[in-house]
Structure formats: structure tokens, C-alpha cells
């Protein structure tokens, strides 16, 4: 009989799963005693004798190797310093967003000299004729960063502009980080900032933060002073927001709450600084106010309208802010002020700048002596056209001393059969060569040969003919001097000056704590500008220089 022919109920219209029109018993005891793995759903096969585990594992891994062994909370990465583990209780370590790199900025940069500080060095070189090393000019400069001035500028093929803040010549690479400097850093220019009563908050305030720091309220999160607080106290506490948010605490007591409402019940408000001149006082009028003693109107009430920081904010954006900024392909400024730009990128290309300034001072080296020509000072270098380079408000002319005075003649006689003598040592031996004669006589006919350049006067007292690289040496006190410094290295010296005849080491006139300029758009390093009128302030002694100092500029004739 056919398929056709057999009878509906055995043609298998029964549609259920094998498994279903199997019997209870049957399915049961086909699986009955296996195990199977609750992740993958197959079968656990038994380990075999005698050779390793092939069952899976709860990793999924079929083949028996072993899983590599999990990182411990705490260990040290590689190359990284250990971790702390975290502590029972304790929240989870947060991680910051990931640094993008830091693309190297394409500009030109040199340090130059502060022209007020640079006055002051100029003064005290016209003042004396004595010789002075220009290498530690530049250390005076690079041990005060407050006294040099840092010069940008961009390379014409690039876009490259910086934007500069007019009230205080901050410096950035973006229109954006000088106009948030403006509103952080100078919203009070603009507004008078004044506390006022008002009435505690009022609405549903589930919780509210208070700073473990310092013990203060920050606010409720669902308040609109929340996150000018939270700015505040972050600034204040030198951090972060993001750092700063995981300092607080978060309460929900009603007794914080309600204690945190009764410490908001002033309110601080900006009322827009009158733009034009006061007029002048007039009489008060009858019924308005009274009349001061000196004859003026009382103060009337407050009428200029008052605002919130984020209505000043949008006032100072929206009216003042454009006007406040400007762009250039260079800029000059302090370097201390420099430090603080918002660009990071600024900053960097300063930092290492300044680092290679300390090994090797190009920019301010050439910055000094191209000052020191302008001024028709004479350059030369000592022992050889290798050796440490001076100043000196001195033309070196040598002298024939076949016609001149005795005591004149005497001198460079001494000076001639002792080189690198001091002046201590020329005056002793004149003492006793001419003693028929007043050695304070002799004194002021041999400094005759000092202010003309026959005999070159050393800072440090040492005495030299004038050839094309004058002699020079240093003196054991001075090696001794440095070497007793170094451990009190930082302090300040000594107020001292140069005068004419010393017998000690003068110092040079350097500036301490300089007053900020206002940066100015052009510096030439070759042209300084007009000395201005500065009074000299205490300075470092500057020391004697080896000859043939290594990473030295030599001169560009």
C-alpha cells in the first residue's frame, strides 16, 4: 500500500522536536550521568590517564592550555612603578581621558635681555674701565628668568598666529584659550564685584556636596551655582575640576542640606564699570540727599543694573571681549609670563628653549654683544681666540713708555717682566722702587694707563698688556670663593659695585626682581633700545672664566 493509501493519522503530521516525541524515560536515560558546560552547552569529556586535560575549560579554551595568569590589582607594569591595591571599600581609580600627542610648534624663538635690566649693566660698564667677562652677564640673565624676555615668531610659509590678551600681553595659540583667559583672569576689569543678601534656595535638593578639603559647601548638584563653585574652589585649591570632583562628599542628611542653604544666603553680583568719566558732583537736590561737609552730594542708591556670572560673562563675550585681543605672526614678552600660557605646545618649545639656554646661551650671548657694540664697547678674548670673551669700556692701545713720566714708565717695566701681576702687587713694588715719591701720586698717574687702554684691568684685579688676546688668570681666592658658594648656592650676594682701581672682584649690576613690561611687538637683539633710568640692585659677583671653555660662542667679527 501506497503513502497515498495509508490513512491520515500515520502520515506524521506530528510537527514537536524529536526530542519532545520521545518518552520522559528514554530521554532521561540517554543523558543521564554527563556533564556539560553551562557556557558552551557541549559536553565535558573525562580527563585521560596519562596525558593532559582535553575537556574544556571555562575560558573556552578545548586544547588544555592553561589561561596566562590575570594582572593582581597593584602590580607593577613594566617600566612602571607599583601600585598601591586598592583597599576593601575603597572607589574604584578613575582614568583620565587618553593624551593625544603634542604636535611640536613651527616657530622661531630667541631670549633676549629685559632692556631695564639691560640699562642697569650698561651704567655700571660706562662707570668703570675694568674688563668683565660677558659669560657671566648671561648667567645673571638665565639665573632670573624675570629679567629676559622671550620672542616669538612664526615662519611666513605657515598659518601659524598668536593672540595676545592687551590688558595683561599673555600670549596663546588659539582665539578660544585667550578669550576664556579673559573671562577667567579679568572679568573684574570690567565689573564691580559685590556681595549681597538674598533668600536661601528654594526647590527640591536631595543632596548636596560639601569639600573634605577645607570644610566648605559646594552647593547642590542640581543647583544653577554648582558649577561656578565647584570652578571656584578647584582654582583655588590649585586643581583640576575633574581632580577636584573627587575630593567632595556627597550628603543627604537634612541637617547638611538645610545647613548648606542658611551658607548661600548672599549672593554675588557684577554691575558693569561705568564706561566715560564721573561727572562732576552736584548739589543735592531737595529731598534727594544730603550734603556732605565738603559741600558734594550724598551717595545715591545703587542703580546700574546687577548680574549673575553668567549674564557678565555673556556681556563681556558679547560687547567687550573682541576688542580685548589681537594677532600676530610675533610676539615678545616676559619669559615669566610666557610660562603661564594656556598652549601647551607654547609652553613646551619654551621649556626646552630655556634648557638649551643653559647649556649653550646662543640667543642671549649674541643678544649682550650685539648691546655692547652699539654702545662702542670693546670685545675681546683673553689668552687666545679660543679663550673667554670681556667687555670693557676701554679701546686696548698699547703704549711706548720711551718719553714718559717715571713712575708711568716704572709701571709697564713691572707689568711688562711681570705678567698676570694684580694691581695689588704693581702698587707694592712701585712703593719700593719709588719710595722718594707718594704712592697716592703714583696711583693716580698709573690709572691713567687703565682709563686709556695701555694696561687691562681684569674684574678680578689682574693685570695684562694690551695684545690681541690679553693674558689673563684666575686668582686662588676666587677658586676658593666658588668652592665655599656651593653649598649655599641661591642666596643672594652681596650688594656690591664696581669701582675704579679695585683690589677685590667687583660685581656686576644686575636686576633683581624686575617690574613686568608690556610686551613689546619688535626686539632687535643688535639695536637695544634707549637706557632707560633704573637704579641699580644687588647682584651675584661674577667669577673668573677658564680659558678655553667648552660650548663657548666665539666672536662674530
Same mark, same amino acid.
Given at each position: ?30 543523558? =543521564? ?39 593582581r590589582?597593584?602590580?607593577a ?15 574604584p ?5 587618553r ?5 611640536? #610648534? ?18 655700571? #660698564? =660706562?662707570?668703570?674701565?675694568?674688563a ?20 616669538? *615668531? ?8 598668536f ?38 534656595p ?11 578639603i ?23 585649591a ?15 542628611d ?19 564699570k ?16 544730603e550734603?556732605?561737609?565738603e ?9 546700574r543694573?546687577?548680574y ?6 555673556a556681556?563681556l ?15 615678545? &614678552? ?9 598652549? &601647551? ?33 670693546? &670685545? ?8 673667554? *670673551? ?18 708711568? =714708565? ?19 713694588a &712701585? ?8 704712592? @697716592? ?21 689682574? #693685570?695684562? #698688556? ?6 689673563f688668570?684666575r ?18 650676594a ?14 656686576? *649690576? ?16 643688535e ?7 633704573a ?5 651675584? *659677583?661674577? @667669577?673668573?672664566?677658564?680659558?678655553h671653555?667648552?660650548?663657548e ?5
Amino acid at each position: 500500500m501506497s503513502d497515498a493509501d495509508k490513512p491520515e493519522e500515520s502520515l506524521g503530521f506530528d510537527f514537536a522536536p524529536a526530542w519532545a516525541r520521545e518518552s520522559a524515560d528514554a530521554y532521561v536515560s540517554r543523558y =543521564q550521568g554527563k556533564n556539560y558546560d553551562e557556557r558552551t552547552g557541549r559536553e565535558e569529556r573525562p580527563r585521560r590517564e596519562g596525558g593532559r586535560d582535553r575537556s574544556p575549560r571555562r575560558d573556552g579554551r578545548e586544547d588544555g592550555r592553561a589561561r596566562p595568569p590575570r594582572r593582581r590589582e597593584g602590580a607593577a607594569a613594566e617600566g612602571g612603578e607599583r601600585r598601591a591595591p586598592r583597599r576593601e571599600g575603597e572607589a574604584p581609580r578613575a582614568r583620565g581621558p587618553r593624551r593625544e600627542p603634542v604636535k611640536p #610648534l613651527d616657530a622661531e624663538i630667541r631670549i633676549l635681555p629685559n632692556q631695564k635690566n639691560l640699562g642697569v649693566i650698561i651704567k655700571t #660698564l =660706562q662707570g668703570t674701565h675694568v674688563a668683565f667677562p660677558v659669560k657671566k652677564f648671561v648667567n645673571l640673565f638665565l639665573e632670573n628668568p624675570q629679567a629676559c624676555l622671550v620672542r616669538f *615668531e612664526a615662519k611666513p610659509e605657515t598659518e601659524t598666529r598668536f593672540w595676545s590678551c592687551k590688558r595683561c600681553g599673555l600670549v596663546a595659540l588659539s582665539e578660544a584659550e585667550i578669550a576664556q583667559h579673559i573671562l577667567t583672569s579679568h572679568l573684574g576689569d570690567f565689573f564691580d564685584v559685590a556681595e549681597e543678601p538674598c533668600e536661601p534656595p528654594a526647590g527640591n535638593f536631595p543632596r548636596v556636596a560639601k569639600c573634605t578639603i577645607t570644610g566648605e559647601w559646594v552647593g547642590a548638584p542640581n543647583h544653577h551655582s554648582y558649577r561656578h563653585r565647584v570652578a571656584e574652589l578647584a582654582a583655588r585649591a590649585g586643581m583640576p575640576e575633574r581632580d577636584y570632583l573627587r575630593t567632595v562628599e556627597m550628603r543627604t542628611d537634612p541637617e547638611s542640606i538645610e545647613a548648606w542653604k542658611q551658607s548661600v544666603t548672599k549672593q554675588t553680583v557684577y554691575r558693569l564699570k561705568p564706561q566715560t568719566a564721573p561727572e562732576e558732583p552736584k548739589p543735592a537736590a531737595e529731598g534727594t540727599g544730603e550734603a556732605t561737609p565738603e559741600g558734594e552730594a550724598a551717595p545715591a542708591e545703587e542703580t546700574r543694573p546687577a548680574y549673575n556670572r553668567d549674564q557678565a560673562e555673556a556681556i563681556l563675550r558679547r560687547d567687550l571681549l573682541a576688542a580685548q585681543m589681537t594677532s600676530a605672526k610675533h610676539v615678545c &614678552l616676559p619669559v615669566t609670563l610666557a610660562q603661564t600660557s594656556p598652549s &601647551l605646545p607654547l609652553r613646551l618649545l619654551l621649556k626646552y628653549t630655556l634648557r638649551d639656554e643653559q647649556r649653550y646661551p646662543r640667543s642671549l650671548f649674541f643678544a649682550l654683544r650685539g648691546a655692547f657694540r652699539h654702545h662702542k664697547f670693546a &670685545l675681546f678674548r683673553g689668552n687666545d681666540a679660543r679663550g673667554p *670673551e670681556f667687555v670693557a669700556n676701554t679701546t686696548l692701545a698699547p703704549f711706548t713708555a720711551e718719553h714718559a713720566v717715571r713712575e708711568i =714708565q716704572a709701571a709697564l717695566d713691572y707689568v711688562t717682566a711681570h705678567p698676570l701681576c694684580t694691581r695689588a702687587e704693581l702698587l707694592t713694588a &712701585l712703593k719700593t722702587d719709588l719710595a722718594d715719591m707718594d704712592i @697716592a701720586v703714583v696711583a693716580r698717574q698709573i690709572a691713567f694707563l687703565f682709563q686709556k687702554g695701555h694696561i687691562v684691568e681684569y674684574y678680578n684685579g689682574v #693685570l695684562a #698688556l694690551p695684545e690681541a688676546n690679553p693674558k689673563f688668570r684666575r686668582l686662588p681666592e676666587e677658586t676658593r670663593r666658588e668652592e665655599a658658594a656651593k653649598p649655599e648656592a641661591g642666596t643672594p650676594a652681596e650688594e656690591a659695585a664696581p669701582v675704579d682701581g679695585p683690589t677685590e672682584p667687583p660685581a656686576a *649690576e644686575a636686576p633683581a626682581e624686575p617690574a613686568v613690561e608690556e610686551p613689546t611687538q619688535a626686539s632687535e637683539a643688535e639695536a637695544p633700545a634707549p637706557e632707560p633710568e633704573a637704579q641699580p640692585a644687588p647682584a651675584e *659677583e661674577p @667669577a673668573a672664566e677658564e680659558p678655553h671653555e667648552e660650548g663657548e660662542p666665539h666672536a662674530a667679527e
